[in-house]
């Protein structure tokens, strides 16, 4: 469920807490999950994080000379704790995007899969109950060829997204703007909760195929994609089952959503009911009176 909101989140998070963090340790618990290999940990002990970056949907940690590449997929939290000596002690964790400042108490669980010690006696673990998740361990040679990052399109918040490419990617297929959106390598980031939300505020209908999108509603789609990308990441995300902040709170983008997960409801513009069906494989909403086939 995590997309590109959530994981720009948990970035943050872990920049405020673990830059210049020691690897002191590492614990792994689902090797199938956490794919390390005992030269892999004993390359990464003793590195510090120096950098948090996001791809699309893939959180990238840069260390002194390696990287971990961290994808969260459905259900994965990465989530950072004092060591259980230090605990009772800590301090509130200071987050930049939440209003919520509490030590974090979550115990490990047959879900944690791993866990990374640092010598400041803080904790990183990533867990997640699909297992779906992977975190990788890349040398630093390797990262920009990398099977999962090389293929990704543009940052939707970046200057790499541009009206122009944008509107060639859409002329190329008749794919229905729904399955397009959802398309990594047209825009990197873009799950189902926010193209949902994205077609919404610019009046489309989520079944029209991409290439009949005429210029100005093609613009107005340019404009919503990084509005409401933004407009989650200022609400910490959105928290409906497993995503949760780096502190073990929750995001409250839920609350100010405009269609997703609302089938059934009134529209907030016009009272229209909110349309729940499937396109692309996927449970879909719309309001049928604001999302004209343009």
Known sequence: MPELPEVEVVRMGLEAQL???RIAQIEIFTPKVVPLNPLQQAALRGQRFRAFRRRGKYLIIDLEQDHLLIHLRMTGQVLILPTQDARSEAAPLPLPFTYYQR???NPFDKHTHTCFHFENTMQMTYRDVRKFGRVEYVRHADLQTHPSLSKLGPEPLSSDFTLRGFQQALQKTQRSLKAVLLDQ??????GNIYVDEALFVAGIHPETPAASVPTPAVKKLFAAIPFVLQKGI???GTSLKDYLHPDGTRGSHQ???FVYGRGGKGCQQCGSVIVKSVVAQRGTHHCPQCQGTF
Do not use: K, N, S, W
């Open 19 to 21: 830059t210049d963090a």
């Open 234 to 236: 200022d609400a910490g």
């Open 185 to 190: 390598r047209i825009v990197a980031g873009l």
């Open 255 to 257: 609350e100010h959503l």
């Open 103 to 105: 030590p974090l108490d």
